[in-house]
Structures are given as C-alpha cells and as structure tokens.
C-alpha cells in the first residue's frame, strides 16, 4: 500500500527512527515470538485436540471391546496419523532456524541493515534493495514482546525489531503513538 514517494517525503514529521540489523538473534527472537503468536491465536487448539484425543482414544481402544474398540482403535490410529508428521514438521522447523536465518542473510547479500521511519501520516521501511511507504492503516496487527515490536501489514508482510532500537522516547509512548495513528490495540506475547 505505498502511496507516495520518498523524494516527497516531510523529515520534519518524523516522529520515531529504528536502524536495525538482521543478527541471528533478532531472527530467532522473532521467530520464537511468531510461533508463540500463531499458538496464541488458536494453535492451542490443535496441539490440545491431540493432547487429550490420543490418551482417551487409546484408552478406549485398550479397555472397550467390539465395535466401539474397532471405533476407538481407528480414531487413536488417524490421530497418530495426523500429529506424529505434524510434530516431525514441528521440530523439523525449529531446528532447521539456523539454516533459514542463513537463506535469508544470502539473499539479502550481506546488506541487512534497515531503517524504519515512523512519521505523523505514514511509516516507511528502507532497505538496500527496496524504500517502501505505508499508511498505518495498512498495519493489520501490532504485536508487543518483551524485547520486540512485530508490526504485520494487511499484505502479510512482518516487520520487526528491538524495542532498544527506537530513537527517541520510550517505547510505551512508541506503542501509543502507532495504536493511536493505526487503530490497532498492540497485542502483548509473553515470551521466556
């Protein structure tokens, strides 16, 4: 949702700058906190269907004889079916961080750096390949971690960095101003 050019940009209405670094910290960080929201917003509900289906089916299929054992030896044996490739995928996924931080250092070509601007109508991401300018209504969902801000636009794409990397101020005033100028309430993510 870009809207104007960086040329007609007002640096007098900048409010807050980030320059951050793509550090294998910052990814996996990020990537921890990303799975923790995606478990928050309804995850749970996969992993708890397992968690309780597989113990009671295979109970069922043990203590109940006849029919209702074939019935409960079916459902114990597609569950199993379903969570042991989705556990393998699971891990596979967080083992595998160190090689896909490495993707994408590659791709970028060793230029990691970025600079968010945020201003009074519009913030702007500006990399070494790309300058993009958003409007905040664009923000679809602002995330607060501990260490972290997560902003997703309504495109799908995810930006974020440490809360230590805003220019000025404090982040609890970043957090109101973006919630203010988006119209979305930040969600908090506990993280350990």
């Known amino acids: 949702m870009v809207f104007e050019e960086f040329s007609q940009m007002d640096e007098t209405k900048r409010k807050y700058t980030v320059k951050t670094t793509m550090t294998k910290e910052l990814y996996e ?8 929201i995606n478990f928050k917003s309804g995850g749970w509900k996969i992993w708890g269907l397992f968690a309780v289906g597989i113990p009671l089916s295979g109970a069922g299929t043990f203590f109940a004889g006849g029919a209702a054992g074939r019935v409960y030896s079916f459902v114990f044996g597609v569950l199993i079916m379903i969570f042991l490739p989705m556990l393998a995928v699971h891990l596979w996924g967080r083992f595998n961080a160190q090689g896909k931080y490495n993707k994408i250092v590659k791709q970028m070509e060793n230029n990691i750096d970025q600079e968010y601007g945020f201003f009074e ?22 995330f607060e971690l501990p260490k972290m801000f997560m902003m997703i636009t309504s495109e799908g794409v995810m930006y974020y960095f440490w809360k230590n990397e ?25 993280m350990r």
């Open 29 to 36: 960080y990020g990537n921890r906190g990303f799975q923790k």
């Open 121 to 142: 109508d519009y913030w702007t991401v500006k990399r070494w390949y790309s300058e993009e300018i958003y409007s905040y209504s664009s923000m679809s969902c602002l």
């Open 166 to 190: 805003i220019s000025a101020g404090s982040f609890r005033e970043f957090r109101e101003f973006l919630e203010k100028k988006s119209n979305e309430k930040a969600q908090f993510v506990a």
